[in-house]
């Protein structure tokens, strides 16, 4: 297996050994910290990108400005990947990972949730006055010593997603005055900071089930469970400028939810990928550029092409097909979209990669992804 990366590198993140504005091309990066065969999960932020592997161990690369990387280092930029050590999550494997503009978050496998990176606008659930920058994981526990599911990160705000399907957001996001008559917002306090607690008025009818955090939104996925068990239905809150805040009921169920800065997208049980929000890059990967598209509509995707993950930049998109084919989209200023050129894409293109692709990941204008060695020519 081999490790690739493309995009913008002004802080190092796509740990080639030196800083630059633009990779328009996949790269093969030679040093890194982890065995690509093991690498389960890839997350990227606004300059820094982190890798789970199946151990449970973390590693880190790119910006540091504010500690997001979790090394107990003030040094600005780590330009190949760093293990984050295990000591400063009680030697527990982590679960999952979050990433976020320049924060960073993970679950371990016994529920303890863990933050790292800025604080400026109390997203850590910790006061700001104590704690404006942690550089080294930290333990938070939620109110009533709630269990974390999921972590989602945006610009200035962090969400939890707890086993009993609540949601608790800390930090900077704007929701509106009249909420979906269906759940219950409330504010309280975390550790002297404020914090939103968002859970649904009849637990017996409605759950929460999935969270994907925007730049200043948030989208949840919830189950009606009058109708069955499966999640057709996501629920918005947030800045609505370019229509990305808009809720929708599906027709079949949602299998993942995806965001990026200002558009969003869900991909149904029967593969097909509707996207709507801001589209002035191409980003919705319609065939063409508008200035927004406030309903779901499908991504212009060839039929014989079956998505296996969606991943989202701040303003590009990536899917891995189920065959290990990796189409990108959107914004490309930085050779995010990794077809050697900068001009935006307002579809769904291939990227030439030596061999199949098994795990992939964006940051916010940069792409990674793990693939086979390219089968040995036959003399």
Not at 54 to 68: K, L, M, V
Not at 103 to 128: A, D, E, P
Not at 158 to 174: M, N, P, Q, S
Not at 363 to 373: K, L, R, S
Request: hydrophobic share 35%; with cysteine.
């Amino acid at each position: 297996m081999s490790v690739y990366a493309w995009g913008a590198n002004s802080h190092g993140q796509l740990s080639l050994g030196y800083e630059s504005e633009l990779c328009m091309t996949p790269q093969i990066v030679r040093d890194y910290s982890f065995n690509p065969t093991s690498v389960r999960r890839i997350r990227g932020g606004g300059g820094h990108v982190l890798v789970l592997d199946t151990n449970g161990r973390i590693h880190a690369c790119g910006w540091n400005g504010r500690g997001q990387l979790g090394l107990d280092s003030r040094e600005e930029c780590f330009n190949t990947f760093q293990i984050i050590p295990g000591e400063y999550f009680g030697d527990v494997p982590v679960a999952s990972i979050a990433c976020g503009w320049d924060i960073s978050g993970c679950i371990t496998v016994t529920k303890k949730l863990y933050v790292w990176g800025s604080n400026c606008f109390q997203q850590l659930g910790l006061c700001q006055r104590e704690f404006n920058a942690v550089r080294r994981p930290l333990p938070v526990i939620l109110p009533r010593n709630d269990k974390p599911a999921r972590i989602s990160f945006g610009l200035r705000h962090c969400a939890i997603l707890t086993e009993d399907h609540k949601v608790y957001i800390f930090g900077r996001l704007r929701i509106s005055d009249e909420p979906p008559s269906d759940l219950c917002i409330t504010a309280t306090t975390l550790n002297c900071a404020p914090v939103i607690k968002i859970h649904a008025n009849e637990p017996t009818e409605v759950r929460i089930t999935g969270i994907s955090s925007g730049q200043n939104h948030i989208l949840i996925k919830v189950v009606d469970l009058q109708y069955g068990d499966s999640a057709k239905r996501v629920i918005a809150l947030g800045d609505n400028k370019f229509g990305q805040a808009n809720a929708f009921q599906f027709e079949e169920e949602i299998k993942q939810i995806v965001t990026g800065w200002t558009h969003n997208a869900v991909m149904l049980r029967d593969n097909r990928i509707l996207t709507w929000g801001r589209n002035c890059y191409g980003q919705l990967g319609m065939g063409s550029v508008t200035q927004n598209q406030a309903t779901p509509q499908e991504l212009d995707l060839r039929s014989s092409i079956v998505p296996a993950h969606v991943h989202f930049g701040s303003e590009h998109g990536l899917i891995r097909s189920t065959d290990g084919e990796v189409y990108t989209w959107g914004w490309n200023e930085h050779g995010n979209c990794g077809n050697d050129a900068t001009d935006n894409l307002c579809a769904p293109t291939r990227v030439q990669l030596p061999g199949p692709c098994r795990i992939a990941g964006t940051g916010a204008g940069f792409c990674y992804a793990i693939c086979e060695e390219p089968a040995a020519a036959v003399s």
